[in-house]
């Protein structure tokens, strides 16, 4: 099975916009979905497929691909942001479902 | 409104087994596909399976452990995982997935903590 890479950390002033990127051959056939998950809580889907926010989502969270990587962009980012990330997609095979190695984002 | 209820914590011994249920209500559970999911203490989530009526499809890494079970009428879903280690020690979760697309998984249950110890 292939992998999803994130970089583990990253930080952005409060107002400031954030890429959060995942890497994997998977995506260039798949779209990967984004979570947000915030200690001892469930992860959150914030954006799938093209760019689809769940009910609830607010719109500065945004979803894009370009070949093998998929990206999250926080624009304007808020302090309730503050929270790790997670890409998942399904694998190259198509049959197995896979989650990325997750982001740390800190608001400053 | 969709809710996922999960039933309670757990601890078990090496080598026992864990059965999780997990009960929907909002929505009719035999119209969508249901996936498990684990996440041990400072790790990513960590896909499970998933099954849809008579369908399932395991990781390979729990095929032989693990098994999919649901209760349309209950609108309950199982997940039962055999032969328990210590590094099965986690929170599990049962989670909707909403089709947009395969693999989205919009509502999660609230998590069952699995612990395996002596």
């Known amino acids: 099975s292939s992998e999803l890479t994130q970089d583990p950390a990253v930080s952005v002033a409060l107002g400031q916009t954030v890429r959060i990127t995942c890497h994997g051959d998977s995506l260039r056939n798949y779209y990967a979905s984004w979570y947000q998950q915030k200690p001892g809580q469930a992860p959150l889907l914030v954006i799938s497929g093209e760019n689809i926010r769940p009910s609830g989502i607010p719109d500065r969270f945004s979803g894009s691909r370009s070949g093998n990587t998929a990206s999250l962009t926080i624009t304007g980012a808020q302090a309730e942001d503050e929270a790790d990330y997670y890409c998942?997609?399904?694998?190259?095979?198509?049959?197995?479902?896979?989650f990325g190695g997750g982001t740390t984002v800190t608001v400053l | 409104q969709v809710h996922l209820v999960q039933s309670g914590a757990e601890v078990k011994q090496p080598g026992a087994s864990v059965k999780i249920s997990c009960k929907a209500s909002?929505?009719?559970?035999?119209?969508?596909?249901m996936h498990w999911v684990r996440q041990a203490p400072g790790q990513r989530p960590e896909w499970m399976g998933w099954i849809n009526g008579d369908k399932r499809r395991y990781s390979q890494k729990f095929q032989d452990r693990v098994t999919f079970t649901r209760d349309t009428s209950a609108g309950t879903a199982h997940m039962e995982l055999t032969r328990l280690r210590y590094e099965d020690t986690a929170v599990y979760y049962c989670?909707?997935?909403?089709?947009?697309?395969?693999?989205?998984?919009?509502?999660w249950g609230q998590g069952t903590v699995v612990t395996v110890s002596t």
């Open positions: 989670a909707r997935d909403n089709g947009l697309p395969r693999g989205a998984l919009d509502y």
């Open positions: 998942s997609s399904r694998d190259s095979s198509g049959s197995q479902v896979e």
């Open positions: 909002g929505f009719t559970l035999s119209f969508y596909t």
